[in-house]
């Protein structure tokens, strides 16, 4: 079936700092792929997403790239500011049901 | 605020209760979705509802767990006689269709506690 892997936290990086966090994925077709954010005590923010192998979503400096042959999803950030503190899941929707990974938590230290 | 809007957002019940959760999707949306989300993980799919139809309940438990999205109001999970493995946040997302491209809005949560 249908699953999501992400590297585990917490990632505790200091401001200015790059950031990468793994996602990949297993799937039967080609699913879009999501990346959200979750803040503490909020709901899930859609952050960005990809639809086909070789897009690249981006948003607010984030980046993410469908890479097919390797089935990856791997979110990065130039230079993470104390903000982006949160909670990050990698998410796969092949057809109207989204699958989740586990979570990211990311610290940001100043 | 045109966002998904779930309430309440923190509900406390003692076991062998009801409870309750309501989700207003977002303006024009007619697809609504619950997740299930337990400590220190990440979301588990649970129902998709369009209004007045459960196109797949598969996530949800047999017993004691049923949803609706009645033609009018919002989409409301109960879950009958709570157990302490019911304490969870779940969240209600939206969207326009089903398409695989549409991504879903979510609302901020109803964090369910019980004693």
């Known amino acids: 079936g249908n699953s999501v892997t992400q590297m585990e936290g917490p990632v505790t990086l200091s401001e200015e700092a790059f950031l990468t966090i793994n996602c990949t994925y297993t799937?039967?077709?080609?699913?879009?792929l999501f990346w959200y954010v979750q803040y503490p005590g909020e709901g899930l923010q859609l952050l960005l997403k990809?639809?086909?192998?070789?897009d690249k979503g981006s948003n607010k400096g984030f980046e993410a790239t469908y890479r097919k042959e390797t089935t990856s999803f791997h979110l990065e950030k130039g230079s993470v500011q104390v903000s982006d503190s949160a909670v990050y899941f990698c998410?796969?929707?092949?057809?109207?049901?989204?699958?989740f990974g586990s979570g990211t938590r990311l610290l940001v230290r100043p | 605020n045109a966002g998904v809007m779930q309430n309440p957002r923190h509900l406390v019940r003692r076991r062998g209760q009801e409870a309750r959760l309501r989700c207003s999707p977002m303006k024009g949306h007619s697809h609504v979705y619950w997740y299930r989300q337990l400590p220190e993980e990440g979301l588990k799919f649970m129902v998709y509802?369009?209004?007045?139809?459960?196109?797949?309940e598969s996530g949800m438990p047999k017993e004691r767990f049923s949803a609706e999205f009645p033609k009018e109001g919002p989409s409301i999970l109960r879950i009958q006689q709570v157990v302490r493995g019911d304490s969870a946040a779940y969240f209600c997302?939206?969207?326009?269709?089903?398409?695989?491209?549409?991504?879903?809005?979510f609302g901020d949560g109803t964090r369910l506690s019980i004693l």
């Open positions: 990809a639809t086909k192998a070789d």
């Open positions: 509802l369009q209004k007045e139809n459960i196109i797949d």
């Open positions: 997302a939206s969207s326009e269709d089903s398409g695989e491209n549409q991504p879903q809005h």
């Open positions: 998410a796969l929707k092949g057809s109207y049901k989204l699958i």
């Open positions: 799937a039967t077709g080609y699913p879009s």
